[in-house]
């Protein structure tokens, strides 16, 4: 059993910054934390900050959690990446995800059918931008390159900057089966959301498959599996899981439409389809209290660690057995040393 990797997430921005990030970013560096990650939704994007706050680190790794694939041609993804890579001496991570059909069709004003085909074809068209090989050629369904049509002057080109590293690591944010073994097929990390060690042989299973067809052997060596973990210590369990409630009430009750929520699915695929059934229908209602105060207790400690601290520390070795690599946490700096110290001693 080894000691889980800490990153720190700064999540998103709502009215503006965070609170705090800044002081934080610069605490998980002192104590020698794997990684920051930022993250964007229909606010504010994922790169700015990273690399405003990351100029202030030098060992760090600066991931993004996640780009998403519809703000950004491959191209522009690509170059980012490789600009960030160079300006921050090889520590960029470039986590990407395909986010959902409200999102991507409702602020971006494009079709989100097919999101693993099209996760494929952008990844592919990053690798080609980064090895730097050849001009870059790329003819898919969703991606032209050079496009045919408009002026007909379309001309294959190879970046003009020469990429620190030509493998930068790419993570895929992905839930559902398919995804995650695509992930394991085409990327070199899986930035899962709601895992829960219970379902730890579900997601082995799926993560097997997409090496197997990667080709690549040992592939699950290398393959590092970042997973946002929220941690609430404090004597009362109860009133700890109240602040990851409303959390969960949000993603599994607003987050999309019914049929059409990625997230329902992952926690009726835990076993609460009742719960997630019961919580959608208050939050489509406007109850949203009353949809976070549904949420038994037992959920929010499958995906979430919560009460006093023997009680999680108890709880961390199902974590430490699971396929997870790196535990990203989030919160203002002076608990992070808390944090440290009830992950990994």
């Known amino acids: 059993m080894t000691d889980l990797k800490l990153g720190y997430n700064t999540g998103y921005w709502s009215a503006g910054p965070p609170a705090g990030a800044f002081d934080a970013i610069k605490e998980a560096e002192k104590l020698g934390f794997n990684s920051i990650w930022t993250a964007e939704a229909y606010g504010s994007d994922a790169l700015t900050p990273l690399s405003?706050?990351?100029?202030?680190?030098?060992?760090?790794?600066?991931?993004?959690?996640?780009?998403?694939?519809?703000?950004?041609?491959?191209?522009?993804?690509?170059?980012?990446?490789?600009?960030?890579?160079?300006?921050?001496?090889?520590?960029?991570?470039?986590?990407?995800?395909?986010?959902?059909?409200?999102?991507?069709?409702?602020?971006?004003?494009?079709?989100?059918?097919?999101?693993?085909?099209?996760?494929?074809?952008?990844?592919?068209?990053m690798r080609q931008i980064w090895a730097r090989e050849a001009p870059v050629e790329f003819h898919g369904d969703f991606y032209d390159m050079p496009v045919d049509g408009g002026m007909g002057l379309g001309k294959a080109l190879k970046p003009t900057v020469h990429p620190i590293r030509n493998d930068?690591?790419?993570?895929?944010?992905?839930?559902?089966?398919?995804?995650?073994?695509?992930?394991?097929?085409?990327?070199?990390?899986?930035?899962?959301?709601?895992?829960?060690?219970?379902?730890?042989?579900?997601?082995?299973?799926?993560?097997?498959?997409?090496?197997?067809?990667?080709?690549?052997?040992?592939?699950?060596?290398?393959?590092?599996?970042?997973?946002?973990?929220?941690?609430?210590p404090g004597d009362d369990v109860q009133k700890c899981a109240d602040m990851i409630r409303p959390f969960l009430a949000l993603y599994a009750g607003g987050m999309g439409a019914k049929g059409a929520n990625f997230h329902y699915e992952v926690f009726e695929r835990m076993g609460y389809g009742d719960v997630a059934d019961k919580v959608q229908n208050l939050y489509l209602d406007g109850k949203k209290e009353e949809a976070a105060a549904s949420i038994p207790l037992e959920m929010v400690e499958d995906v979430a660690l919560v009460g006093p601290a023997d009680k999680i520390k108890g709880e961390l070795d199902k974590w430490r057995d699971s396929c997870i690599t790196e535990v990203l946490l989030s919160g203002p700096a002076e608990m992070l040393p808390i944090y440290a110290e009830l992950i990994n001693g």
């Not at 993804?77 to 959902?100: E, K, Q, Y």
């Not at 085409?186 to 990667?214: C, H, I, M, N, T």
Request: charged share 20%; net charge negative.
């Open 52 to 125: 405003w706050w990351g100029a202030h680190t030098e060992k760090v790794q600066l991931g993004t959690g996640i780009m998403q694939l519809s703000a950004r041609t491959p191209a522009a993804t690509a170059m980012a990446a490789l600009t960030v890579d160079h300006l921050s001496n090889g520590r960029f991570i470039c986590g990407i995800g395909a986010s959902g059909p409200q999102v991507v069709e409702g602020w971006y004003g494009q079709e989100y059918p097919r999101p693993l085909a099209r996760t494929r074809e952008y990844i592919e068209i």
């Open 168 to 232: 930068i690591p790419i993570y895929l944010a992905a839930e559902g089966p398919k995804n995650v073994a695509l992930s394991a097929e085409v990327a070199d990390g899986w930035l899962p959301l709601f895992f829960s060690p219970k379902e730890d042989a579900w997601y082995r299973e799926q993560l097997a498959a997409g090496f197997e067809k990667s080709g690549e052997v040992d592939k699950a060596d290398r393959f590092e599996v970042s997973c946002g973990v929220m941690v609430i």
